[in-house]
Nanobody
Framework: QVQLVESGGGLVQAGGSLRLSCAAS????????MGWFRQAPGKEREFVAA????????TYADSVKGRFTIYRVNAKNTAYLQMNSLKPEDTAVYYC??????????????WGQGTQVTVSS
């Protein structure tokens, strides 16, 4: 069982930056792939970024490539999403997820409660 707690959301102007954190409970954090997803009002949840258990593989949605960076510090049981050059269309509730592989993040993983990110124009 893994419990995930996101933090770091807030209100920022377009062009600004935020760093989201996802703190995980348990002693097996380093064995889980981690991912970030987001859901805007009236839209379905969408993939943002994911990182393998070792950190050696990272993948991003086209809409955030070059602006967002996912990374993890296994010693701190924490995954991060550094978001730069934020746009109003990045406004959403951001969720982190953990699973045994990147491929199963959406179907077989654990989820946090979400953190709101609002980007003003």
């Amino acid at each position: 069982q893994v419990q995930l707690v996101e933090s770091g959301g807030g209100l920022v102007q377009a062009g600004g930056s935020l760093r989201l954190s996802c703190a995980a409970s348990g002693r097996t954090f380093s064995s889980y792939a981690m991912g970030w997803f987001r859901q805007a009002p009236g839209k379905e949840r969408e993939f943002v970024a994911a990182i393998s258990s070792s950190g050696g593989v990272r993948t991003y949605a086209d809409s955030v490539k070059g602006r967002f960076t996912i990374y993890r510090v296994n010693a701190k049981n924490t995954a991060y999403l550094q978001m730069n050059s934020l746009k109003p269309e990045d406004t959403a509730v951001y969720y982190c997820a953990a699973s045994t592989s990147i491929a199963t993040l959406t179907t077989g993983g654990y989820w946090g409660q979400g953190t709101q990110v609002t980007v003003s124009s």
